[in-house]
């Protein structure tokens, strides 16, 4: 890869080579001039140099090239691909774009794969990523069961994804023929807080599932604006669309339109705004020129509508600039495009987001930089209520809260930076704008002076008089992503009334403020101080710390004890203090249950662990029953409810009474449980997941030993569980103490242990028991090769145990007791018949190969001789050796002429023609071979003939000379001929014409003869 420097110092000296001659100054010193130049953008010209960048770097891609595999790491920096093309042939670009930028890049091709994730750009986007102004052209095919595929990003989710798709397109036509794939043609799955603006899709998409125009699913939070789809649909039942294949509730489309007989979206709840079907281009062009869309005069996309910077550059006027402006522009504009991430700006320090480029350009160190000369403005912005037109900064003032709580916007801004007289416009740039701090903390008082003696006293009459405990709420809400304030409760008497907060809740939850009564009167100052919450300011902009805080006092009396026996209102505070609703769990992976959306198995609290202060048990065994007044519901057993949702279609509350004896006292308290039926988006996924822990089948017991189903030659491992997550993955658990109880398991063939028993299996049966056991899947050495057949049941944890009570959901049947089975090939152990393979060093015109040894009998080959060591038969190459260019300025000799090497480029070298020991006339060839490298004759050094008094004729064979890479070289001669011999006899005739432009005296330096 070549540094950006060094290509404008190259440039550089081209330029002024003719001038430092003239004046005296050598090649060698101009050179040396540029020799400690850095750079900050590194150059890619092939698809090796692509493969090598660093993870964080900032590259630009300089010719069009050609990969065959994916970037393999996850991308975080800068890729400019320049308006050049990659083409692809068995994958995308990059796998993982993490937080970086992909901008001005075409991608061509074709490829197929099984992967569940695909995509042209980007197989998976996370975190605040940016897609700007990226074309897919490539032909996309999908054959995995669940493959999701797009032409620019596949999958971009999870809560924190802030994803940017801007002002890019699809061409490519898209299929999958898997039963659950996804076909898309800009992006197959977005959640988070993704945008997609400004694109559009005019590829044929192919798919079963989520089929759609631009986007397949878009989560809630998410949005597509200003786009369209003219690409022809074919899809299955579930999810298509022009636009959308699944809108979930609080996403969707706005101002989008296609010409396709599908509706806008397939499937969901989210509704679109201002989307409709048009008639042809014309229509389509009248819709959206407002949103950056032109005509497309010069029919590169059939004459739909193409994006302004899509228009081939037609102006032939030049401004006049300052030679000495542009120098300061350049290097703004080199440190300025190095940057990358997004601008952030602080409410307190800024107001208008051009004056604080203005202010980070006045800081670079650059030599003749003067602050009065920078002038920005804001090109565009996609979110003007946010940044202006202008540049003022609209910091958020908004009551509505984004899916993950944390309210920033980022606007994608393009800016142009005038010095002086030259300027230039950048790429599209993120700005996160966070809130109007002024109006958080008028909210946060808001919260305060809600905060009142009613809100702590708890079940205590006042707080001049308290006896039980205090409620102490950490927020003026029930959700840690809606409330402005986290509040710190202080106490003067630590002793008598303790803050105490349960384990594994969030401040939506209150502390409780435990009293422990002591013998007298005692007063004691709570102190509520409001600061503002964290979890919905984004720390990358702001901090706690920037919001000032409020505090209010509270004067309690605790009440003096005595001794008595207990009374209901005892026994009922004994309840309510120690036996609270929120310690109700999910029964899958015991967090607090959300009492008004509960959407599986409660696990009630085990009471007697129930300690008190002093860590003695508060009840005993039997004291507490807990009933519920729907058991089809839910229905107790033991600690544990079985919440059955397919009972029901509609929300549904339950009662649940917790009753407390002791003696012959009894008191109880309710608990409202809200169970949400299953929707067939639940099931659905769930089916996704069955279908992919059946495919996955055999890599559980395989658990990565071996590397083929025929290759067996010990034991198998039977797994607890199957673990498909968000993005596909799949895991498994091995040991029963890892389970989730939310995966999929193997279940057992027999409900009888007799029956169990008598088989010898119940969740792993074997066909040959005796080579592969039963549910241990032990191995036993065959007398032969043999093929065994395992076979499981597998069922859905979530919801497999309420099938058999719903026989009429067919969904549901297919969760439960699903066969799977997999055919190994346990092989018996054979004698090996080793063929030694010796050492041989590879040469520049074949490859050599390690030592090693090869069993004619199984075909397999080692490392040694004894077969200890297996090895792949491909590790056993050695590549050819690869000539390299030598370093530009080196002095090449071919023959009786010398060269000097002007680019060491691995793609193209070339080389001057410098001197000859020749006596009367030499021949300058098309190329020369020197050290098994081919260099390309592109020029004829300054007084190349200079002293040689008996030179006359030079034979040019090379088509490569320009005027400029010829200037002065007969300089101080004796040259008077130039004789052509290009090749054919027309062909020198063609170069004759053109060689005479370039041999005048005021361009060679003499005055020559050019014929044939």
């Known amino acids: ?116 994730a695909n995509a042209g750009v980007c197989s998976t986007s996370n975190n605040a990523s940016t897609f700007y102004r990226c074309v897919n052209k490539a032909d996309i095919s999908t054959t995995g069961r669940t493959g999701r595929a797009a032409g620019i990003v596949c999958n971009a989710t999870g809560t924190a994804n802030t994803t940017t798709i801007t002002e890019c397109a699809n061409y490519g036509d898209i299929s999958g023929s898997g039963t659950s794939c996804y076909s898309t043609g800009i992006a197959a799955y977005v959640a988070g807080t993704v945008t997609i603006s400004k694109c559009y899709n005019t590829g044929d998409l192919t798919g079963a599932s989520r089929t759609a125009g631009i986007v397949g699913q878009i989560g809630s939070g998410n949005s597509a604006t200003d786009c369209y789809n003219v690409g022809a649909l074919t899809g299955g039942t579930s999810g298509t669309g022009e636009i959308l294949g699944w809108n979930n509730a609080s996403a969707g489309a706005e101002n989008c339109y296609w010409t396709g007989e599908n509706a806008v979206q397939g499937g969901g709840s989210g509704v679109p705004v201002n989307c409709e079907k048009v008639a042809d281009s014309a229509a389509m062009l009248e819709k959206l020129s407002s949103a950056g869309y032109v005509a497309d005069s010069q029919n590169i996309n059939g004459g739909y509508p193409i994006l302004e910077w899509q228009k081939s550059a037609g102006s032939s006027e030049e401004t006049v600039v300052d030679e000495g402006d542009q120098q300061v522009l350049d290097s703004i504009k080199s440190k300025y495009e190095a940057e990358y991430g997004a601008l952030r700006p602080s409410y307190d320090k800024c ?19 003067s602050a009065d000369k920078i002038k920005v403005e804001v090109k565009s912005s996609d979110d003007t209520d946010v940044i202006a037109e202008d540049g003022t900064i609209n910091y958020i003032r908004a009551d509505e809260w984004t899916m993950s709580g944390m309210y920033s916007k980022n606007v994608s801004c393009v800016f142009n930076i005038a010095y002086g007289t030259a300027d230039f416009e950048t790429s599209a740039r993120t700005v996160t704008v966070g809130w109007d701090v002024e109006y958080f903390e008028g909210k946060m008082q808001e919260e305060a002076d809600k905060l009142t003696e009613e809100s702590i006293k708890g079940e205590n009459a006042d707080l001049a008089n308290v006896e039980s405990q205090l409620t102490l709420p950490r927020s003026m809400g029930t959700s840690a992503k ?80 005595g001794i008595h026996e207990d009374t209901e209102d005892e026994l009922r505070a004994i309840l309510d203090k120690y036996y609270t609703d929120d310690m109700l769990q999910n029964f899958a992976d015991k967090t607090t249950l959300d009492r008004d959306n509960c959407t599986g198995d409660i696990q009630l609290p085990r009471y007697t662990r ?10 005993e065994n039997k004291e507490i029953t807990v009933t519920s007044d729907n058991e089809t519901v839910i229905r107790i057993n033991g600690y544990r409810a079985f919440v059955d949702r397919f009972a029901i279609d509609e929300k549904t509350t339950v009662k649940l009474t917790v009753s407390f004896t002791r003696g012959d006292k009894t008191v109880s308290r309710d608990i409202a449980v809200t169970v949400i039926p299953v929707s067939d988006e639940e099931l659905d996924a769930e089916l996704a997941a069955m279908d992919k822990a059946k495919a996955s089948y055999w890599d559980g017991i395989n658990d990565g030993v071996y590397k083929s189903k025929n290759e067996i030659t010990g034991n198998l491992k039977a797994f607890q569980e199957i673990n498909i997550d968000a993005e596909g993955n799949v895991s498994f658990i091995y040991n029963y103490n890892d389970m989730t109880n939310r995966g999929i398991i193997p279940d057992g063939w027999f409900e009888d242990s007799w029956e169990m028993e008598a088989a010898g299996y119940n969740r792993f049966k074997s066909s040959a028991d005796n080579v592969i056991a039963h549910e241990n899947l032990v191995y ?52 090996h018949q080793m063929v030694h393979h010796p050492a041989s060093g590879a040469t520049y015109t074949s490859a050599g190969n390690t030592e090693y040894w090869e069993c004619t009998t199984c075909g397999k080959c080692y490392k040694d001789e004894a077969g200890t060591q297996l090895i792949d038969e491909k590790s056993t190459v050695v590549p050819k050796k690869v000539a390299r260019p030598a370093a530009a300025g080196t002095v090449l000799k071919s023959g009786k002429s010398y060269y000097k090497v002007k680019s060491s480029s691995v793609k193209n070298p070339t080389v001057y023609f410098a001197k000859t020991s020749c006596k009367r006339y030499c021949t300058i060839p098309a190329t020369i071979k020197v050290n098994h490298v081919t260099y390309k004759v592109t020029g004829i050094s300054a007084k190349a003939f200079k002293g040689k008094k008996k030179f006359r004729t030079v034979i040019v064979k090379t088509k490569s000379l320009t005027k400029s890479s010829v200037k002065k070289c007969f300089s101080k001669s004796r040259v008077r001929t130039v004789k052509v011999k290009v090749g054919s006899s027309s062909l020198n005739k063609k170069y004759v014409k053109i060689y005479k432009k370039y041999f005048k005296k005021s361009n060679s330096g003499r005055k020559v003869t050019v014929r044939r």
């Open 1 to 116: 890869m070549v540094r950006e420097s060094m290509r404008k110092a190259l440039a550089w000296f081209m330029a002024i080579a003719v001038a430092l001659t003239c004046t005296g100054v050598s090649l060698e010193s101009a050179e040396a001039a540029y020799a400690d130049e850095g750079g900050e953008v590194v150059s890619v010209t092939t698809a090796e140099e692509f493969a090598a960048m660093e993870a964080d770097g900032n590259y630009r891609l300089d010719s069009d090239i050609a990969i065959t595999s994916s970037y393999g790491n996850p991308f975080t920096g800068a890729f400019d691909g320049n308006g050049h093309t990659i083409t692809v042939s068995t994958g995308g670009v990059f796998g993982t774009v993490d937080g970086g930028r992909v901008e001005n890049l075409t991608v061509d091709g074709a490829f197929t794969s099984s992967s569940s």
């Open 482 to 561: 809606k409330v402005w304030s986290e509040i710190e409760w202080t106490v003067s008497e630590p002793s008598v009334i303790s803050p105490e907060q349960e384990e594994y809740t969030g401040i939506g939850t209150p502390l409780k403020g435990v009293v422990n009564r002591p013998e007298f009167d005692t007063e004691v100052t709570l102190t509520a101080t409001f600061k503002a919450n964290e979890s919905i300011l984004n720390t990358n902009v702001e901090t706690v710390s920037d919001f000032s805080t409020i505090t209010k006092t509270f004067t309690v009396t605790v009440k003096g004890t």
């Open 351 to 369: 107001s208008n987001i051009n004056k604080m480029i203005e202010d980070k350009i006045a800081a670079y160190e650059i030599e003749g930089l």
């Open 610 to 619: 129930i300690d008190d202060e002093d860590g003695n048990p508060v009840f």
């Open 780 to 831: 036993t050495e065959p007398e032969k090769d043999t093929d065994v057949t395992i076979t499981s049941w597998l069922t859905s944890e979530r919801f497999g145990e309420y099938a058999p009570a719903h026989p009429e959901n067919e969904k549901l049947q297919k969760l439960y007791k699903q066969e799977v089975s997999v055919t190994v090939k346990v092989l018996a152990p054979h004698t």
